[in-house]
T-cell receptor, first 112, second 110 residues
Framework: DAGVTQSPTHLIKTRGQQVTLRCSPK?????VSWYQQALGQGPQFIFQ???????QRGNFPDRFSGHQFPNYSSELNVNALLLGDSALYLC???????????FGPGTRLTVL | EDQVTQSPEALRLQEGESSSLNCSYT??????LFWYRQDPGKGPEFLFT???AGEEKEKERLKATLTKKESFLHITAPKPEDSATYLC???????????FGTGTRLQVFP
């Protein structure tokens, strides 16, 4: 049983560019959440998708947007990248949103 | 405001030296408190969920406990492979998001 998978593993971008990160949830899970983890910090909630809609959003600007597909996989898009967007981006999946969230390995984004 | 504070920030133990990690929280109605383990450069690995004060859960050398204000992760006779960052998170009744602390970085040396 495959767990949560994310791609790519690493990305290097320059300021002002746009990036798309991808996530496939654990089998049987229908809810995907995205988190940003800066070095030495705990993960910060970006948003959650359920039934292809954004169900809840954290304190992140509109430059951060997402999408969920009918097969429950999800994308995170970040526009107009800033140096401060450099972080580990984590995807977590759960069934229904109220149970344990299982995390993927993350995508390390570096903005130069 | 919902908040999680973990202490200590870092902990060095000798193999076999038991200790406890603390997670203090304030939340407007607790749905659940979660413990995760995170190795460098990897995603958090789920350990435990606790739902109500007095609840305890165990897994190998780890035991998690919960009160109305804090949770403890007790590590009994740790081994070097227990070295990692341990994250605590809470989920409020009114939300689906997890609110994390900054973690405790544990090093166990032979």
């Amino acid at each position: 049983d495959a767990g949560v998978t994310q791609s790519p593993t690493h990305l290097i971008k320059t300021r002002g560019q746009q990036v798309t990160l991808r996530c496939s949830p654990k089998s049987g899970h229908d809810t995907v959440s995205w988190y940003q983890q800066a070095l030495g910090q705990g993960p910060q909630f970006i948003f959650q998708y359920y039934e292809e809609e954004e169900r809840q959003r954290g304190n992140f600007p509109d430059r951060f947007s997402g999408h969920q597909f009918p097969n429950y996989s999800s994308e995170l898009n970040v526009n107009a990248l800033l140096l401060g967007d450099s972080a580990l981006y984590l995807c977590a999946s759960t069934e229904g949103g109220y149970n344990e969230q299982f995390f993927g390995p993350g995508t390390r984004l570096t903005v130069l | 405001e919902d908040q999680v504070t973990q202490s200590p920030e870092a902990l060095r133990l000798q193999e076999g030296e038991s200790s406890s990690l603390n997670c203090s929280y304030t939340v407007s109605g607790l749905r659940g408190l979660f413990w995760y383990r995170q190795d460098p450069g990897k995603g958090p690995e789920f350990l435990f969920t606790l739902y109500s004060a007095g609840e305890e859960k165990e897994k190998e050398r780890l035991k998690a406990t919960l009160t109305k204000k804090e949770s403890f992760l007790h590590i009994t006779a740790p081994k070097p492979e227990d070295s990692a960052t341990y994250l605590c998170a809470v989920q409020a009744l009114s939300t689906d998001k997890l609110i994390f602390g900054t973690g405790t970085r544990l090093q166990v040396f032979p």
